[in-house]
């Protein structure tokens, strides 16, 4: 959804330049949203907070409350005095933007950025009289905070705030003042470790895990608001959770479905409109509406395709509130694709088995693509340009679907936006992920709740986009077997069978998987080989035994659907010496501290030494070997995937890109955004007679 806002401030101009991805930059919610005539002095609002001033300060835990009086970011009692604070924006670039943070990826320069994590961090700023008309209701919304905390108006307390997945949201009416009201989002120290190493059953805090340390990203805890925050007023008369679905029958006519709450107000009207004009419009009762909303079925549109496939039509389906005189009082919009998606068993699949051939609009699609990670440890200051360069080179390679792992969170609406534009299917995890110690989704009632609000809020938010392909209960989730085995979760499991509720409750028709990998087995076991253990598997990720037993593997492969899979590659030699700060790349070792940045899984110096009976003499020959090894190992595993379709559903590489200068990693694309020689040979094999 589109949020179509009447700001009463103006834009403040932001410059993004790519690969300089540390630059704030205000990204849409989702959902526009407009209002069309005042009546009397009651007209809805809704006010950018992105359009402020903010200060930020740091604080020696809790001492702040000492102080609620004052202007805090001014007063010499904090660690951190007032700073220029970007929103949506994180503390980490804020300190970073004034001096106080060395650049974190540089060198072993995030051991000392640390600290930040044990202060309290007060976010500040000044409500405009203007803004606060008396009468009104005025509700503060935040679409992203990062983690947990407090929101004052003055001194009062308006609420407390808990989780990064979730939008939060606080009535402030009866707090504020008829003039001079002060806005503050104080935020608590985080969680101590939710990194990727422990327990997954004990995991209680929804935050991104990837930030705590993953084999691709050193600790960097995110603080901070990493979406939007408006303040919405009005009297009462809106559209409230009004949302929208759209599909196509096998016919290749469209359905459209619009429901919701219309709160005052005396009709509803929904229009659909394509390039050609307005295709369809209806307008019933308010009280209808909110009762049974509006389904349309037949309607001639043309059909959305995945890259490669089709053409990508979109069309604007805009819901409008109208008063007595037929005035719209309020708007929501949304863009939408029609589209029609089945799965299939593949050929020669076992009986019972997963289905894992996607059937678009007819027509059985390999799907190809990479493991899409967070762009940046501090995501909130990704930028809008960094989105769309990345994306378009993905749709340049070829690839049709792209996966956002459990580590992370709920990918931005800018994100699908531009995969709605370029046919990149998106397959969501909710943020669940594996912990290597023990691998088990969480199963107490509380945890079940609260991961349930937050895939509900993921569905609310993402369901009208044509690329959201799946749902996926999270990364890597396994059972324990007595016998010391582990399988991937079934809905057998409390909070899958919760998912899988919700998914079929809030949004039917679309595909939910309760882990990946997904069925038997989790990996593909040579062993195992033709006896129909395999379905949605991961791995591998490394040439283990070399180049040959990497395509004897190949040739044998029985798996159905391959969701990660990998090999590494260092990434290039002037990428490398731009982030080593003072650190040798030299010896080319596990124990050379560069290569540690954050672990050394991904480096292969024996392999290269078993085939020079040497080891490199310099970086650019390690680089090069490194490069046209992993050229080599994806060619050979996306060839092999490709040529057994449909036998094979797909693959997806893990990963698509660095989101931290790693010297050596499984990506195809380097923390700047360039591609790696393999990304460029993929390009040949994806693109293959088209």
């Known amino acids: 959804m589109e949020r179509v806002r009447l700001l009463c401030s103006p834009a403040r101009k932001t410059t993004v330049a790519f690969p300089t991805p540390l630059r704030p930059i205000r990204i849409s919610a989702g959902t526009r949203r407009s209002h069309h005539r005042p009546r009397g002095n009651r007209m809805r609002r809704t006010h950018d907070l992105s359009e402020l001033r903010w200060t930020l300060s740091g604080w020696t835990p809790d001492l702040w409350r000492m102080m609620q009086t004052m202007e805090l970011g001014q007063l010499p009692d904090a660690d951190v005095p007032g700073l220029p604070a970007s929103v949506p924006g994180s503390v980490q670039k804020a300190l970073l933007d004034a001096g106080l943070l060395p650049d974190w990826r540089v060198g072993d320069n995030a051991r000392s950025c640390e600290w930040v994590e044990n202060r309290h961090w007060v976010y500040e700023t000044h409500l405009p009289d203007e803004w606060l008309e008396a009468g009104l209701r005025h509700r503060l919304r935040c679409e992203g905070l990062d983690y ?87 009297d009462g008369e809106a559209l409230e959770g009004v949302r929208c679905t759209a599909a196509a029958d096998v016919a290749g006519e469209g359905s459209l479905r619009v429901w919701g709450r219309a709160a005052g107000g005396k009709k509803v009207s929904v229009r659909l409109s ?163 110690i023990e691998n088990v989704a969480p199963s107490d009632e509380r945890s079940i709740d609260e991961m349930g609000a937050v895939l509900r809020s993921f569905i609310a938010r993402r369901q009208h986009h044509p690329s959201l392909l799946l749902w996926c209960g999270g990364n890597e989730l396994h059972d324990r077997h007595e016998d010391g085995t582990q399988s991937p979760h079934g809905l057998d499991h409390p909070m899958m069978a919760r998912f899988r509720q919700i998914v079929d409750e809030e949004d039917p028709g679309r595909r939910f998987v309760p882990t990946t990998a997904s069925g038997p087995r989790e990996c593909a076991d040579e062993a195992d080989f033709g006896k129909g253990l395999h379905w949605d598997v991961h791995g591998p990720w490394k040439l283990w035994d070399g180049l040959d037993a990497w395509r004897a593997y190949w040739e044998r492969d029985d798996a159905l659907f391959r969701s990660e899979t990998g090999a590494p590659a260092a990434s290039p030699e002037e990428v490398i010496l731009r982030y080593a700060g003072r650190l040798d790349p030299l010896p080319v070792d596990a124990r050379n501290l560069l290569w540690r940045r954050p672990v050394a899984w991904w480096i292969e110096p024996a392999a290269f030494e078993a085939e020079r009976c040497r080891p490199p003499a310099t970086l650019g020959e390690y680089v090069d070997w490194s490069q046209e090894r992993q050229v080599l190992a994806l060619s050979i595993a996306m060839r092999s995937a490709r040529g057994r379709f449909p036998r094979c559903g797909g693959m997806i590489l893990w990963c698509g890109h660095d989101c931290f200068p790693c010297p050596a990693n499984t990506s195809i694309v380097d923390v700047e955004g360039n591609p790696k020689p393999a990304a460029l040979a993929l390009r040949e094999i994806w693109r293959a007679g088209r």
């Open 148 to 234: 947990s905390g407090w929101v004052f108006v003055n001194e009062a307390l308006a609420g407390e705030f808990r989780g990064t997945h979730v939008p939060h949201v606080f009535d402030l009416t009866s707090l504020l003042r008829p003039v001079g009201n002060r806005l503050r989002i104080v935020f608590d120290c985080p969680p101590r470790w939710l990194g990727q190493f422990g327990f997954t059953s004990r995991v209680r805090e929804w935050k991104a895990r990837f930030n705590y340390t993953w084999d691709w990203q050193p600790r960097l805890v995110q603080i901070g608001i990493w979406e939007p925050v408006a303040l919405d007023s009005d």
């Open 274 to 436: 394509g390039p050609a004009g307005t295709v369809r419009e209806e307008t019933v009762d308010a009280r209808a509406f909110t009762a049974v909303g509006i389904a349309w079925h037949a309607i001639p549109v043309d059909l959305w395709w995945p890259n490669l496939e089709g053409d990508r039509p979109l069309y604007t389906v805009a819901c409008t509130l109208l008063d007595t005189d037929g005035v719209a009082i309020d708007r929501v919009e949304w863009r939408v694709g029609f589209r029609r998606i089945e799965w299939r068993a593949c050929e020669g699949a076992p009986e019972g088995a997963d289905p894992w051939i996607c059937v678009v609009n007819s027509r059985p699609v390999f799907l190809q693509g990479v493991n899409f990670p967070p762009l940046l440890a501090n995501f909130a200051d990704a930028t809008p340009d960094h989105y769309r360069r990345l994306l378009d080179l993905y749709a340049d390679l070829g690839v049709n679907i792209i996966r956002i792992n459990g580590v992370g969170y709920l990918e931005r609406q800018v994100l699908y936006d531009l995969c709605d534009e370029r046919g990149i299917l998106v397959w969501q995890d909710v943020p669940l992920s594996s912990s290597g």
